[in-house]
């Protein structure tokens, strides 16, 4: 019997103009081919609209790109919520834990676990919809370390 993931939304951030900000974007289909069942979702940041994503659902996987300018590129990093280490603000919109607790002020039903994934991408962003060479040569495997990770979390 094949195992299914309905009671997962996987949600990659990054705007899918800017090359490897959109790694989050890139992250989240090859997840959903991981994890089948699981809702797959692309936005540009956090927003409003991811209490409409996530709604209904028990667990979220939040990807998107970082630049720490120290890690190498591909490097994955899973943050805690809430913790450091997350925007506390933004001028393009709310935070991430801002989002979340708003959901659960509205009594929505909200994912019970979340986990929250950065890739490194590097300091130079060009434009463009694929990947950088750099990134993607290492993409899959940062894919790989996820899905792992992902099923020893949940």
């Known amino acids: 019997m094949t195992e299914t993931w309905e009671s997962l939304v996987?949600?990659?951030?990054?705007?899918?103009?800017?090359?490897d900000d959109g790694v989050g974007r890139h992250a989240a289909r090859a997840l959903g081919n991981a994890f089948p069942g699981a809702a797959v979702h692309a936005i540009p940041m956090v927003e409003m609209e991811l209490l409409d994503l996530i709604a209904g659902y028990d667990r979220l996987c939040l990807v998107d790109a970082m630049t720490t300018g120290t890690a190498p590129v591909g490097k994955v990093s899973r943050f805690p919520l809430p913790g450091p280490g997350l925007h506390s603000c933004s001028s393009h919109g709310p935070d991430l834990q801002s989002v979340l607790s708003l959901g659960h002020y509205l009594n929505l039903n909200i994912p019970r676990i979340v986990l929250v994934y950065g890739i490194e991408i590097g300091t130079e962003i060009p434009y463009g919809e694929d990947l950088t060479p750099l990134l993607k040569g290492c993409f899959k495997t940062a894919?790989?370390?996820?899905?792992?990770?992902?099923r020893a979390s949940l």
Do not use: C
Request: hydrophobic residues 55%.
């Open 10 to 19: 996987i949600v990659g951030m990054g705007n899918p103009l800017l090359s």
């Open 143 to 150: 894919v790989q370390k996820i899905a792992a990770d992902i």
